[in-house]
């Protein structure tokens, strides 16, 4: 194995393939970065056996070969390296790495014993604009279970359809549901890891102009962008049915800027009870008041203008969810719709209908 690439485009791969090679005590060898150097230049691929990454770095080739090397020294060593052209080559080995004033060699592992990541076949494509996808991640990420215990909201749902794919993320809490229009053959329910999830967010942060495709079967998932392959296993079982907790009705709706409501929420933040977290908003006929009080700090009571129809009402809601829903609601102006503090308040942008965020109430 024999390639010669520039510094920059090898330090832009290794930072998007060596996150998830992380220490792995029973499986050394997953700690590594697979080398792979074909006709066409160098392929780097790393995996946890869950998501595998590929990145694609272009170079010159006198001979192929494969091998494989720590992910993090190697990462952390070509960062420090001047803006030049490297060759990199194979001997005893090792990975010798040159450089107009320096050279180094790193010890590794035969790529015999890597695993292989399988492959999915490209024929049913899904192409969707990057800055879109990203921001329809942003809008629901947070919105997912941490508990890993519970796979199945410890995750995305991606439910693709002929004309839409529409993400869910919820925690049992609180649910957040984005629509984006496609172009799609085949109709698939998929239960994504949410460490797939924030990986695809991370490497996708660079990423503007391009689109991305995304192939899947039964059992994986794999998403394509600019030389970047991002393959994840699937969970297996059903994703919650919530549509059934979304209320078809409701008795009070406020349209108000979410510029004003957002500092209220924060304000009363600051005097709601440690633990609870609960703010109590009141709807009544021009204005929501948000009201908080402890014991122990006082209380805060502040009126936002809005515009509300319906009948007059109140609901208490955990703040942190609150803002959640308003930081990521991509509108100036929203809809914030109740019915009773037993059942689950929505809140939409006033301007579409491809996103909503439902919250349940601290019940008193």
Same mark, same amino acid.
């Given at each position: 194995?024999?390639?010669?690439?520039?510094?920059?485009?090898?330090?832009?791969?290794?930072?998007?393939?060596?996150?998830? =090679?992380?220490?792995?005590?029973?499986?050394p060898i997953l700690n590594?970065?697979?080398?792979?150097?074909?006709?066409?230049?160098?392929?780097? @691929?790393?995996?946890?056996?869950?998501?595998?990454?590929?990145?694609?770095?272009?170079?010159?080739? $006198?001979?192929?070969?494969?091998?494989?090397? /720590?992910?993090?020294?190697?990462?952390?060593?070509?960062?420090?390296? #001047?803006?030049?052209? &490297?060759?990199?080559?194979?001997?005893? =080995?090792?990975?010798?790495?040159?450089?107009?004033?320096?050279?180094?060699?790193?010890?590794?592992?035969?790529?015999?014993?890597?695993?292989?990541?399988?492959?999915?076949?490209?024929?049913?494509?899904?192409?969707?604009?990057? !800055?879109?996808?990203?921001? /329809?991640?942003?809008?629901?990420?947070?919105?997912?279970?941490? $508990?890993?215990?519970?796979?199945?909201?410890?995750?995305?749902?991606?439910?693709?359809?002929?004309?839409?794919? @529409?993400?869910?993320?919820?925690?049992s809490y609180r649910l /957040?549901?984005?629509?984006?229009?496609?172009?799609?053959?085949?109709?698939?329910?998929?239960?994504?890891?949410?460490?797939?999830?924030?990986?695809?967010?991370? &490497?996708l942060n660079d990423q503007?102009?391009?689109?991305?495709?995304?192939?899947?079967?039964?059992?994986?998932?794999?998403?394509? *962008?600019?030389? !970047?392959?991002?393959?994840?296993?699937?969970?297996?079982?059903?994703? #919650?049915?919530?549509?059934?907790?979304?209320?078809?009705?409701?008795?009070?709706?406020?349209?108000?800027?979410? $510029?004003?409501?957002? #500092?209220?929420?924060?304000?009363?933040?600051?005097?709601?009870?440690?633990?609870?977290?609960?703010?109590?908003?009141? *709807?009544?006929?021009?204005?929501? !008041?948000? /009201?908080? =009080?402890?014991?122990?700090?006082?209380?805060?009571?502040?009126? !936002?203008? =809005?515009?509300?129809?319906?009948?007059?009402?109140?609901?208490?809601?955990?703040?942190?969810?609150?803002?959640?829903?308003?930081?990521?609601?991509?509108?100036?102006?929203?809809?914030?719709?109740?019915?009773?503090?037993?059942?689950?308040?929505?809140?939409?942008?006033?301007?579409?209908?491809?996103?909503?965020?439902?919250?349940?109430?601290?019940?008193?």
């Open positions: 194995m024999k390639l010669s690439c520039t510094q920059e485009n090898l330090n832009k791969g290794l930072n998007l393939v060596s996150h998830i =090679a992380n220490k792995n005590s029973n499986l590594n970065v697979l080398l792979k150097v074909n006709k066409g230049g160098l392929t780097l @691929v790393t995996t946890d056996l869950e998501i595998g990454i590929k990145v694609f770095v272009r170079g010159k080739v $006198d001979e192929e070969g494969e091998f494989t090397v /720590a992910a993090k020294l190697f990462n952390d060593f070509v960062a420090l390296l #001047p803006r030049e052209n &490297i060759e990199l080559e194979i001997e005893d =080995a090792s990975l010798f790495v040159k450089s107009q004033n320096q050279k180094t060699n790193i010890k590794g592992l035969e790529a015999e014993d890597f695993p292989l990541i399988p492959e999915i076949e490209k024929e049913n494509e899904v192409e969707i604009n990057i !800055v879109e996808f990203k921001r /329809a991640l942003n809008q629901l990420i947070f919105a997912a279970s941490l $508990d890993s215990s519970r796979i199945e909201i410890n995750a995305v749902n991606f439910n693709f359809s002929k004309d839409k794919l @529409v993400l869910a993320a919820t925690d /957040a549901e984005k629509q984006i229009k496609i172009n799609n053959n085949e109709e698939r329910s998929l239960i994504v890891p949410l460490k797939t999830i924030q990986e695809l967010v991370r &490497i503007e102009k391009e689109n991305i495709k995304l192939y899947f079967n039964e059992n994986q998932i794999m998403f394509v *962008f600019d030389g !970047v392959e991002l393959i994840s296993r699937v969970i297996e079982g059903k994703y #919650p049915d919530y549509q059934q907790i979304i209320p078809e009705k409701f008795i009070t709706n406020a349209k108000c800027a979410k $510029d004003k409501l957002i #500092p209220a929420i924060k304000s009363a933040a600051l005097f709601c009870k440690q633990g609870i977290n609960d703010v109590r908003l009141s *709807f009544a006929k021009d204005e929501i !008041v948000i /009201a908080s =009080a402890s014991s122990g700090l006082g209380e805060n009571v502040i009126k !936002v203008p =809005a515009e509300i129809s319906g009948e007059e009402n109140d609901i208490v809601f955990n703040y942190r969810y609150l803002l959640d829903g308003l930081l990521n609601l991509g509108s100036q102006n929203l809809n914030l719709k109740i019915n009773n503090n037993n059942t689950p308040g929505l809140l939409t942008p006033e301007s579409s209908q491809d996103y909503l965020y439902l919250i349940m109430p601290i019940k008193q």
